[in-house]
Nanobody, 116 residues
Framework: QVQLVESGGGLVQAGGSLRLSCAAS????????MGWYRQAPGKQRELVAT???????NYADSVKGRFTISRDSAKNTVYLRMNSLKPEDTAVYYC????WGLGDYWGQGTQVTVSS
């Protein structure tokens, strides 16, 4: 049973920073890719950033240059460093892990609120 546990969300002022963590129940290299998605009220869930097992990253245009996804394999943890936060970054952030051909796994989500 795969478990993904997010932490690090909270309330921050515009221009501030947060670091989200996603701890996996097993080796993160057992997944083909891991990433972060977010869902704002009344909107669809959208991709924020992904990191595949080979180390390639991908970012939504709206967060390029501000957010950085990284991993610590020793801790089986993926991070999302968020700088220069904007009110429009307010959302529930979800950790995702993919095993091609087997499906997706999701964490429970962590709330990020950016005040103006």
């Amino acid at each position: 049973q795969v478990q993904l546990v997010e932490s690090g969300g909270g309330l921050v002022q515009a221009g501030g920073s947060l670091r989200l963590s996603c701890a996996a129940s097993g080796s993160i290299f057992s997944f083909n890719a891991m990433g972060w998605y977010r869902q704002a009220p009344g909107k669809q869930r959208e991709l924020v950033a992904t990191l595949n097992s080979g180390g390639t990253t991908n970012y939504a245009d709206s967060v390029k240059g501000r957010f950085t996804i990284s991993r610590d394999s020793a801790k089986n943890t993926v991070y999302l460093r968020m700088n220069s936060l904007k009110p429009e970054d307010t959302a529930v952030y979800y950790c995702n892990a993919k095993r091609w051909g087997l499906g997706d796994y999701w964490g429970q989500g962590t709330q990020v609120t950016v005040s103006s």
